[in-house]
């Protein structure tokens, strides 16, 4: 059984593991394969650490039998170009790849609206790397809009992205 809770400081490890085995998976058309296998999970998990500590977003984690399974990170938007409040941003989802197509992605995202509801969130707006057609199909059927807005993000090397956006529904 699942279950999705509250990010914790010891929790940075296995995030840190999850997210490199996602990237490492679902970007390897996309990113080139120096960058990938660059990554460094002590330097992540570092991050990971201290955006928990310091409450620089909000982290959830999804666990199985006491394994950490995905995560979903989500807080305020970061970019200018909304100055509107009630805008959320969804900074990262990923699910490790040995348990993709089981609907996790799907129920941490639907809990972290559920929560930014809860925060008085009205909308929740994402950046998604533009070739990731796996990942924008799935925020499509998650009720996620495209915006046909574009930034280039540099992570060693320069990859164009896409905005979408979602309204959060009162239920």
């Known amino acids: 059984m699942m279950r999705i809770r509250k990010a914790i400081p010891d929790d940075s490890l296995s995030i840190a593991n999850t997210h490199m085995a996602a990237w490492q998976s679902a970007y390897r058309a996309i990113i080139p394969a120096e960058r990938l296998s660059a990554m460094n999970v002590a330097h992540a998990s570092d991050r990971f650490r201290d955006n928990i ?10 666990e199985m039998s006491n394994e950490i399974v995905g995560f979903i990170s989500v807080g305020s938007y970061r970019d200018e170009t909304y100055d509107d409040i009630s ?3 969804l900074y990262a989802l990923y699910v490790h790849p040995n348990h993709w197509r089981k609907q996790i992605g799907k ?10 509801k809860l925060k008085d969130f009205t909308h929740i707006v ?10 924008r199909k799935f925020y499509e059927s998650e009720g996620f809009l495209s915006e046909e807005c574009f930034k280039t993000m540099n992570i060693g090397t320069s990859i164009e992205c896409i905005r979408y956006k979602k309204e959060l529904m009162i239920t």
């Open 53 to 62: 500590l310091r409450s620089i977003e909000d982290i959830y984690v999804a």
């Open 87 to 89: 805008v959320a941003e």
């Open 107 to 116: 129920m941490l995202t639907r809990e972290a609206e559920k929560l930014l």
């Open 126 to 135: 994402l950046w998604v790397f533009k070739e990731n057609m796996q990942a």
